[in-house]
């Protein structure tokens, strides 16, 4: 199968209202963050930032993947994906690598902004900032995979949420270093690895409201 299902998706979100989304966010950001003139932004603080920014990351990608999926859920794509011997984790790979790349589209233009006004930019905090969005990525469309009533799709954006806030306290509290962010990683990687061994073909195509 390859990245045959993630490049359909792209395509079939690349769309004017995707593009439209992109404008009227960079414009609002543009607003915000020269309006009151500029204030001069550290590398420290520029990591805190990204770290503020996973929020708005989180709160997209749930949104893309929500709507993807419910769609394939209900036409039964996906029964005819796993009926056709496509593997779940190749399901998983492509809808999170399509929307890892969808998100990021949306939310780099703002960082990128931001970047006019930090006084030194560094590699490590961009790193940072796609390594998590990628593992994100991957776990809003496991924990989709894995919801049968669609009823209960906000619970994963508030579980998100709340895990990002977790991960946020523990930088606050003990700064941000490497010990930390391999830390956070970590207990990202066991959520995504714990929700990914629950998900069941049954639960992938049985859906209902």
């Not at 420290?44 to 893309?64: P, V």
């Not at 011997?85 to 690598?97: A, E, T």
Request: net charge positive; with cysteine; glycine share 2%.
């Amino acid at each position: 199968m390859g990245l045959k299902l993630c490049k359909e998706e792209l395509k079939k979100n690349l769309n004017i209202s995707f593009i439209l989304k992109i404008i009227v966010l960079f414009v609002f950001s543009y607003i915000s963050i020269f309006a009151g003139g500029q204030n001069i932004i550290n590398s420290e603080n520029f990591g805190m930032i990204l770290n503020g920014f996973s929020f708005l990351f989180i709160f997209f990608a749930y949104e893309f993947s929500k709507d993807s999926l419910q769609k394939e859920k209900k036409s039964k794509r996906l029964e005819w994906f796993l009926s056709n011997k496509i593997k779940i984790l190749d399901l998983v790979l492509n809808y999170g690598l399509a929307n890892f790349i969808l998100t990021n589209m949306v939310v780099s233009p703002i960082i990128i902004l931001f970047s006019y006004i930090i006084v030194d930019i560094q590699l490590y905090n961009i790193i940072n900032f796609l390594l998590y969005s990628l593992l994100y990525s991957f776990l809003i469309n496991i924990l989709i995979l894995n919801t049968i009533d669609m009823n209960r799709f906000k619970m994963i954006l508030l579980k998100l949420l709340l895990l990002n806030i977790i991960m946020l306290f523990i930088d606050i509290i003990y700064n941000m270093t490497i010990f930390t962010n391999i830390f956070k990683i970590t207990i990202i990687f066991i959520y995504i690895v714990i929700s990914y061994f629950k998900i069941s073909k049954e639960k992938i195509v049985t859906a209902f409201y």
